[in-house]
């Protein structure tokens, strides 16, 4: 699995964009890059996938470089029931085995 | 609401009772997951099912037995537990795509708050 790098936390405003940044170095050529939300006391939430260049859905969007080796979650005006944990997973859905690695994640803070 | 519920929500056992976790998947899925998170750790992968065989034991120890009726129920048995198994276990259900394939979009229940006491 692919092993991927997140700031442990973030801060922002309501109304702000906020964009988080991941990097896995090591991606495979086969490898997908899935973002998840998860509350406190809650289960992940699944966000957005995508393989390369852009991906956007009614909650956020996600750029991919060519390379690959990072990807940006972008939350478009946050509010404050976007304070939450991102995870970002990099893995194939072929060979790569059953494990989600969730890792630390990225502990979102949003104020007034 | 994700289309996987989890009962019960919240459980208090001794470390001599024997209790099961219930989850249970609308989504038409074909393989389902128990994950525990204890605090400000990540999650851990404990087992998967796969078209109802198991298909992974994450060295989880013994105390914890799954069982997989069926491909829309998962339970988590659980005896003699210790104090150190309080956390919050977590069901997902995602699509086997074949091959030994799963699909990284995984759905989670709202969890079990275990408190072993």
């Known amino acids: 699995l692919a092993k991927t790098t997140q700031p442990i936390s973030m801060d922002s405003y309501e109304g702000q964009e906020v964009n988080i940044t991941c990097s896995h170095n090591n991606i495979a050529t086969n490898d997908y890059i899935t973002w998840y939300q998860q509350f406190p006391s809650q289960g992940p939430r699944f966000i957005i996938q995508?393989?390369?260049t852009k991906v956007t859905n009614e909650v956020a969007s996600l750029f991919i470089p060519a390379d690959r080796k990072s990807s940006t979650l972008s939350l478009p005006r946050v509010s404050l029931s976007d304070t939450a944990v991102y995870y970002c997973l990099v893995g194939a859905t072929s060979n790569s085995g059953y494990a989600l690695n969730f890792g630390k994640g990225t502990s979102l803070l949003v104020t007034p | 609401e994700t289309g996987v519920t989890q009962t019960p929500r919240h459980l208090v056992m001794g470390m001599t009772n024997k209790k099961s976790l219930k989850c249970e998947q609308h989504l038409g899925h074909n393989a389902m997951y128990w994950y525990k998170q204890s605090a400000k750790k990540p999650l851990e992968l404990m087992f998967v099912y796969s078209l109802e065989e198991r298909v992974e034991n994450n060295s989880v120890p013994s105390r914890f037995s799954p069982e997989c009726p069926n491909s829309s129920h998962l339970f988590l048995h659980l005896h003699t537990l210790q104090p150190e198994d309080s956390a919050l276990y977590l069901c997902?259900?995602?699509?086997?795509?074949?091959?030994?394939?799963?699909?990284?979009?995984?759905?989670f229940g709202p969890g079990t708050r275990l408190t072993v006491t």
């Open positions: 997902a259900s995602s699509q086997e795509l074949g091959g030994g394939r799963v699909s990284y979009e995984q759905y």
């Open positions: 995508g393989y390369k």
